[in-house]
């Protein structure tokens, strides 16, 4: 039977995966230390709502991980390469970035991983570092922030238009 033709083949060793299996690096958990400002950097993008179903704003903001300073930020329409890179490139010059200084925390989305930050990076000589795939607590600087900002009794539910959502932020 075909039962015992397998049971066979299991006492020799020769039961086994046929497929071509990936097997996945491990990854290690990201340790962020800075010991002054303007070493470790953490980003990320959360949506905030509009007055219009299913409209959001989206802001966009940089802090230094020691100060929890916001070294950067930006309210846009949409999620986009483009602007992250418009804004990574305006905060490094305005916080006199060296090459080798910085290094930049983000967590896996799009715009994070993009090949246009991530030539603008290694165009500025700084450091990029990715929290690990599927896991949501890698970036907990940026998260932290933006829940504070979130739970404010000032916070409104939502905002009108962008200039709104600006002159909040």
């Not at 890698?138 to 905002?159: A, V």
Request: net charge positive; hydrophobic share 35%.
């Amino acid at each position: 039977s075909i039962r015992t033709m397998y049971r066979i083949l299991d006492q020799h060793g020769e039961v086994k995966e046929r497929r071509n299996q990936l097997s996945h690096p491990p990854y290690q958990k990201p340790e962020l230390l800075a010991t002054g400002p303007n070493q470790v950097w953490s980003w990320d993008i959360t949506k905030l709502k509009s007055t219009v179903k299913w409209t959001y704003f989206y802001l966009y903001v940089i802090i230094d991980i020691f100060s929890r300073y916001a070294v950067g930020w930006m309210v846009a329409h949409r999620e986009q390469d483009s602007l992250a890179k418009r804004l990574i490139e305006q905060t490094c010059q305005n916080q006199q970035i060296e090459n080798g200084q910085l290094t930049i925390h983000a967590d896996r989305g799009s715009s994070m991983k993009s090949k246009s930050v991530a030539l603008l990076l290694s165009d500025l000589g700084v450091i990029k570092s990715h929290s690990r795939p599927h896991v949501s607590n890698d970036n907990p600087f940026s998260e932290s922030q933006f829940k504070t900002l979130k739970y404010c009794p000032q916070f409104p539910g939502q905002f009108g238009c962008i200039q709104d959502a600006r002159a909040f932020c």
